[in-house]
């Protein structure tokens, strides 16, 4: 019995351990929180560590952006992509950022885009066809842009073209102003180097002579500097001369009247008629040159003279060729040409 009190015992003694243990171990363990970091001092003067910073991983985007890509397809697509964007903006300055790329094949793809964008892919065509290249190509490209968007041209000709190249560029500009924008065509000329500045008014003169002389007559009268006044009044009067109106051929040695001007000295005299002959020419003293014979040129300088003279013709009817001749006086006046 002894025996088996004790073993009892033991029993219960057991499950008394365990039951201690199971209660204990089921409670929440109290972890204490972590003191700071305590400051070191040394020498009396207190040290603070801060906390490390994690930097933020970069997005590809900016990686893109910061580290531009070495293969050349990429490069180009990224460079197309920017200038898109900057010839809507910004034509002056998307130019020059693509005159400053030393790459010519980057350089091409910068200014084709710039091109596109402006709806002129046609003009990189056109001028690619010319077989040039480098600065050639440039100024060229500038010349054919300055066919269709004269405005443009003269971005072109002032961010990218070399000194010739530039002068010819806004010379043509300048002409294809002439019509929507004379006062911009002519503003032109101040940006012209003054040694090219005559031979620039006599493209633009003989130009505007020939479709609106009295608009011509007129700016070149306002000229300030008397020397380009004087060229330009005789460019005007190379293509509109001061005469009466009347286109000649020739006819068996003879000069014969084809056509006359409306509104001119000879259509306003109603003395000369499409068909007449002339034989002789005088300049207003009674004295006539026979003119058979004579090279048009020389019976059109007969006939041409200083504004308000006069002339005399002695000339063959055209409906009644043998009449004697009849001897007619018009006054010269200045052939004005009218859009």
């Given amino acids: 019995m002894e025996d088996g009190r004790i073993g009892v015992r033991q029993f219960f003694a057991v499950l008394a351990l365990l039951a201690v243990a199971i209660f204990f171990y089921s409670r929440p363990s109290a972890v204490p929180a972590v003191p700071p970091r305590a400051a070191s001092t040394t020498a009396g003067h207190s040290a603070t560590v801060a906390p490390i910073a994690r930097r933020p991983i970069p997005s590809s985007a900016e990686t893109a952006r ?33 005159k400053g790329i030393a790459d010519e094949t980057e350089r091409k793809a910068a200014l084709d885009t710039i091109l596109d ?38 971005v072109w000709a002032n961010e990218l073209a070399d000194a ?33 500045r005559a031979n620039f008014y006599q493209g633009i003169f003989s130009t505007w002579a020939a479709y609106d002389t009295q608009a011509a007559l007129d700016a070149a009268a306002a000229l300030a500097d008397a020397a380009l006044r004087d060229a330009a009044l005789q460019t005007i009067q190379s293509v509109a001369p001061v ?73 063959i009817p055209a409906d009644d060729p043998d009449s004697e001749p009849e001897y007619i006086v018009i006054q010269r006046g200045q052939i004005l040409f009218q859009p």
């Fill in 164 to 196: 010739a190249g530039r002068t010819t560029i806004l010379e043509i500009a300048a002409v294809r102003l002439l019509k929507s924008d004379p006062t911009a065509a002519m503003a032109l000329g101040q940006q012209i180097a003054d040694n090219d």
């Fill in 243 to 315: 005469g009466i109106g009347a286109a000649l051929g020739l006819d068996n040695g003879y000069p014969v009247v084809t056509q006359l001007m409306p509104g001119a000295a000879a259509d306003l005299s109603g003395q000369l008629a499409v068909g007449d002959h002339i034989i002789a020419v005088g300049q207003g003293n009674g004295e006539f040159e026979s003119v058979q014979g004579m090279s048009m040129q020389e019976i059109v300088g007969a006939v041409r003279g200083p504004p308000g003279s006069v002339v005399e013709l002695a000339i």
């Fill in 66 to 98: 910061t580290a531009p890509s070495t293969n050349l397809v990429d490069r180009l697509q990224e460079i197309r992509a920017r200038f898109r964007a900057l010839a809507a903006e910004d034509p002056a300055l998307a130019l020059r950022m693509a």
């Fill in 117 to 154: 964008a402006w709806k002129h892919g046609d003009v990189a065509e056109a001028a690619d066809r010319s077989g040039q290249t480098g600065q050639q190509l440039v100024n060229n490209i500038g010349i054919v842009l300055a066919q269709s968007d004269p405005a443009l041209a003269v």
